[in-house]
């Protein structure tokens, strides 16, 4: 399942630009593929929860960034979350919750669990997403992001 | 008896000298002061007088002497004045001199021109001639303007004094210091400066005339009463010219350089002053006085000096007359030894003729009158002598009657105290009976019970005041009467064993009786009747005792009354009450949840079936420890009956788990009414179980629906704006992009109307939680206006806010109220063709307003009424809507998001072509509390 949504990009720098996408829905997973790849991101991509611990707990390379839906198959995002959070190797990389649950209560819950950002999927463009996920990398990296503070 | 005529005279004369002595010692001081104080005082100011009138006269002298000169230089003016001379010097010099010679006593003169008055091109001041007893010694030119008279300190000086300052200068004559020559020529000189005027007036100059003055010091100096007298002469200038030491100081000393000084105070011209002041710790009579010329002259005279005169004088005086006085009691003492004498010895001889002593005989020694009675003395004891004898004898005969009489009267006083004695002790007896009896008569007379005593027949001797009034007959219409007219009501036999018991057996009778008052109505009294007899068993009358006890009786019926009232309404409240208990009973446990009443000690009281069935308990008693382990994980209903009382109110929980049942556990404390008391607890539990998973399905579609509905949505938009983000210029057809762009745009308004209706949907179900926190309503309306300008600059349009000063802190749930004012400020820039929008903030005690409005085309009436319904806009009607621009569930939305946060939402004006307000309010933030 992995090797069959993974696709190979060419590093444009030295930089990692290596991102995770744990979604279901495949439309979803399509079109969030082709806008990374429009921008020059690799993306590893895991379709439901149980897959995303798998691929998470067996990557080479950390990902900048771990893109996660809440509402899915087998495991839901929070329970990935929680693994991620409580992994040694992988807890330090920050998550954005992708989902299109708009509920306040999911919201809070995210990110007391320890999610950087919460992102509801309907209210952003792809290219908006791009910008919004760019701009927190950058304060990530300058270790000022406010919102994960 | 000689001795005290004698000591008596003795007293006398020691008495008189006394007091003389007394007088003398008292009023000695007032005596000196008057004969020797006064007149050593007057002495003293004769000297201070004749010094100041020599003074005067030299003042006088050396004044006009002075004028004189002065009028000389007018003259000397008025000539010359005008005509310039090179001889003008030794002109003056000559005139100076001839007029000089006038002044024999003078050592000096000169004329002192003012600059500028005689001659303006020339300093010109005038000469100066010395002069000695007539004869001219030298003259000083002081023409060269170096010497400037004018500005020298001693003419100008005049030291401040208080009693001469200003009449100094009223004066056109004035004394300048004497001073001392540098080489000792001179001893002491005073000057007389007089002004010098022309024509109009004015000051031209000034005449000086010097004159030695030691003569005068001389004779001042030695006008002293006493060598330690002081002497002072202070000239205008407050300098002093004179004093004791005067002759051994060679400095002018001026007066502020003396302390003592202050006690000249106010000094008068020609009136000597007499003052007391103390200087090194010596009192002296300081004389002062002001001279004719406004100098001071004073004299100080040790008060000593006038003190040493008197108290020696009185010394003296008091020893002479004190041996004066004893000289002349010895004289007055043996004077009167000569006169005395004989008459002690006549009153001896008296003495002894009054002791019966006729034997006597006086020796007469001389034919004075103290001779003359010591014969009639002698002649008076031979009479005396017979006459005595006579009444010896009849004295005898008198004692024995006398002694006869005084026996019969003891006698008779004996039986007089006897007789006394019995009398007293019988009245004593008959009082003491009277008021017994009378107390007794007032007691019996004035008791409430009536009181009748009869005779054997029954007839009434005596009725007290309670027959009167308990019967109404009066105390005439009853004495003599039988009680039969207000009794007799009873049956025979009644009277008949009354009689019987009286009468016969002679005991006291005791019942109750009815009787008639005179006005005819009846009335019931226990009376007691008892036979009074006598020593010999006679009855002699009956005593009566009748009490009213008719309101007692009626009294007695209208308790029996209440009493059988009261035990009927007990029984009917009781049935009350068993249908009330029976009722409840039967509401309670026809009720769907479990109910217990228990007490303080966890009893229960009252339960009903359905707790049974609830708690799958088949039969048994239900304790509430009981119940307490059956939900114990979790509900710690021990802790919950204790929080109750605590908070005093009901608690309400809401999850407790029993088994697969949901529950809901109410407990409420019981509390008395009146005291508040709490005296148990209510426990209710309901099935809620069916409600809980209702509840749970709705949650859940609510997450279902909206993420199910959004993710194809998601995926429509994406690609569409992904299209037109970067592959627009793949795209040939222009239809083609049209066609995405529409799509594209139907996406977004189908995800914003998933929004909205979820959004409501849950909004209403009030399940929405608003995340409540402080935050600025300046920075949110910051935030809208930066992210609303874009849109609203395409238009055209400017969204802009009021300045307004404060912090209007709001406390409400910052992503709602965001979303509130987002839709309210979108609102007002999508209904408006062009203009600006306008945001203000304002705030009052309780909440923060925000008001937004527009320049639109402003809403009708009709709508108005509409516009926070749910799909309304301002259209027309439901098929007239604008679906373009939005679902209409906008301001829905808003109302339901403020209003559960306590603001309000409304139109606050809406003017048809110049547009609208929408305000809303939200709470402001309270400031925390210390």
């Known amino acids: 399942m992995i090797s069959e949504y993974s696709i190979k990009l060419n590093f444009m720098n030295i930089n990692s630009r290596l991102i995770c996408l744990v979604e279901d829905d495949p439309l979803i997973i399509r079109l969030y593929q082709r806008i990374f790849k429009l921008n020059n991101y690799e993306l590893k991509v895991a379709d439901n929860g149980e897959v995303a611990i798998t691929l998470l707990s067996g990557l080479a390379e950390l990902p900048v960034v771990i893109l996660l839906d809440i509402m899915m198959p087998k495991l839901s995002g929070f329970d990935v979350l929680k693994f991620i959070k409580e992994n040694e190797n992988i807890k330090s990389v920050p998550v954005i919750m992708l989902t299109n649950l708009a509920s306040k209560e999911d919201h809070i819950r995210a990110l007391d669990m320890g999610a950087a950002m919460y992102l509801v999927k309907s209210h952003h463009t792809p290219k908006e997403l791009i910008g919004l996920i760019e701009s927190f990398l950058a304060q990530h990296k300058e270790g000022t992001s406010p919102i994960a503070a | 008896m000689a001795h005290s005529l004698k000591v008596k005279i003795i007293l006398i004369i020691f008495l008189t000298t006394s007091l003389s002595i007394a007088v003398f010692l008292v009023f000695q001081n007032v005596i000196t002061a008057k004969l020797f104080k006064t007149p050593l005082q007057n002495e003293i100011l004769a000297v201070v007088k004749l010094s100041v009138s020599s003074v005067d006269g030299y003042t006088h002298m050396m004044e006009q002497k ?457 009335y019931t009294a226990t009376t007691i009747i008892s036979p009074i007899v006598d020593m010999n068993g006679a009855v002699k009358f009956f005593v009566g005792l009748e009490t009213d006890i008719s309101k007692q009786k009626a009294l007695e019926r209208v308790l029996v009354n209440e009493k059988e009232r009261i035990e009927g309404v007990v029984v009917e409240r009781t049935r009350d009450l068993q249908n009330e208990h029976a009722r409840l009973l039967a509401a309670i446990n026809s009720l769907s949840f479990g109910f217990i009443i228990a007490d303080m000690d966890d009893r229960v009281i009252l339960q009903n079936s359905a707790m049974s069935e609830l708690f799958e308990l088949s039969g048994g008693p239900i304790t509430i420890s009981n119940i307490a382990q059956l939900v114990g994980a979790h509900f710690d209903l021990k802790m919950q009956i204790e929080r109750c009382f605590t908070d005093k109110s009901a608690c309400v929980v809401n999850e407790v788990i029993f088994g697969k049942k949901f529950l809901r556990g109410t407990i409420a404390p019981v509390v008395s009414g009146a005291v508040g008391e709490k005296i148990g607890y209510v426990l209710l539990f309901e099935d809620i179980t069916e409600a809980h998973v209702l509840d749970r399905g709705r949650d859940e579609f609510f997450a279902i629906a909206s993420h199910e509905l959004r993710t194809p949505l998601t995926a429509i938009r994406g690609n569409m704006s992904l299209i037109e983000d970067y592959y627009q210029d793949k795209i040939t057809d222009k239809e083609v992009l049209e066609m995405v762009h529409d799509t594209n745009s139907a996406a977004s308004r189908l995800i914003t109307i998933v929004n909205d209706f979820l959004d409501v949907s849950r909004l209403e179900q009030g399940r929405v939680t608003f995340q409540v926190s402080d935050f600025s309503a300046h920075e949110l309306v910051d935030e809208v206006i930066k992210n609303i300008t874009e849109v609203a600059a395409i238009k055209g349009m400017s969204v802009k806010r009021e300045k307004i000063d404060g912090d209007c802190l709001v406390r409400a749930d910052r992503d709602r109220s965001l979303q509130v004012l987002t839709n309210i400020i979108s609102n007002a820039v999508n209904y408006s063709e062009h203009g600006t929008v306008t945001v203000g903030v304002a705030q009052d005690d309780e909440f923060v307003e925000f008001d937004v409005s527009d320049e639109g085309v402003g809403i009708n009436t009709l709508n108005q009424s509409l516009l926070f319904r749910k799909f309304q806009q301002a259209g027309e009607s439901v098929l007239s809507r604008d679906v373009t621009q939005s679902t209409g569930l906008g301001l829905y939305i808003s109302r339901l998001v403020i209003e559960p946060m306590g603001g309000k939402i409304w139109l606050k004006r809406s003017v048809a072509g110049e547009g609208s307000t929408f305000a809303f309010t939200l709470p402001l933030a309270r400031k925390k509390i210390g």
């Open chain 2, 66 to 522: 002075a004028s004189d000169l002065a009028l000389a230089g007018e003259i000397f003016y008025s000539a010359r004045k005008g005509t310039p001379s090179k001889n003008l010097d030794a002109e003056m010099e000559k005139y100076l001199t001839d007029n000089l010679t006038s002044f024999p006593a003078a050592i000096g003169g000169g004329l002192w021109y003012e600059p500028q008055k005689f001659y303006p091109d020339k300093k010109y001041y005038g000469p100066y001639v010395f002069w000695e007893n007539g004869k001219v010694l030298f003259t000083w030119d002081l023409t060269t303007p170096e010497y400037d008279y004018f500005t020298q300190s001693w003419y100008t000086t005049a030291l401040p004094l208080g009693w001469d300052r200003t009449k100094k200068r009223e004066r056109t004559h004035y004394w300048t210091a004497p001073y001392y020559d540098e080489a000792g020529s001179f001893m002491l000189m005073s000057t007389v400066d007089a002004f010098m005027y022309d024509e109009q007036r004015v000051i031209i100059g000034l005449s000086t005339a010097d004159w030695s003055i030691e003569d005068m010091l001389t004779f001042l100096r030695n006008s002293r009463p006493t060598p330690d007298s002081g002497i002072l002469l202070v000239d205008t200038n407050a300098n002093i010219i004179l004093t004791n030491t005067l002759a051994t100081t060679s400095t002018m000393k001026s007066v502020e350089t003396v302390s003592w000084m202050s006690a000249f105070v106010e000094p008068e011209k020609g009136n000597v002053k007499i003052t007391s002041t103390n200087i090194d710790g010596i009192t002296y009579d300081a004389y002062y006085v002001l001279t004719e010329a406004g100098m001071l002259y004073g004299m100080l005279v040790p008060s000593r000096v006038l003190l040493d005169a008197v108290s020696q004088l009185t010394t003296s005086n008091i020893i002479g007359f004190l041996t004066f006085n004893l000289f002349l009691i010895a004289v007055l003492y043996f004077a009167l030894l000569k006169v005395t004498n004989p008459i002690i010895k006549l009153t001896n001889i008296v003495t002894r003729i009054g002791a019966g002593d006729f034997a006597v005989k006086m020796n007469v020694e001389s034919q004075d009158e103290i001779g003359q009675l010591g014969m009639g003395v002698n002649k008076m004891v031979e009479t005396l002598s017979f006459q005595k004898e006579e009444i010896d004898k009849r004295e005898a005969l008198l004692v024995s009657n006398i002694k006869e009489l005084e026996s019969f009267k003891s006698l008779l006083e004996d039986k007089v105290i006897e007789k006394t004695a019995a009398l007293t002790l019988q009245i004593q007896e008959t009082q003491s009976r009277s008021e017994e009896l009378q107390k007794f008569q007032l007691a019996v007379e004035h008791t409430s019970q009536h009181v009748i005593i009869t005779d054997v027949e029954g007839k009434i001797l005596y009725a007290n005041a309670a027959v009167v009034l308990t019967t109404g007959y009066s105390r005439e219409e009853v004495l003599g009467k039988k009680p039969s007219l207000w009794g007799g009501l009873m049956s025979k036999e009644f009277f008949a064993d009354l009689w019987r018991t009286i009468k016969v057996e002679k005991n006291s009778f005791s019942g109750e009786i009815q009787n008639r008052r005179k006005n005819g109505e009846m």
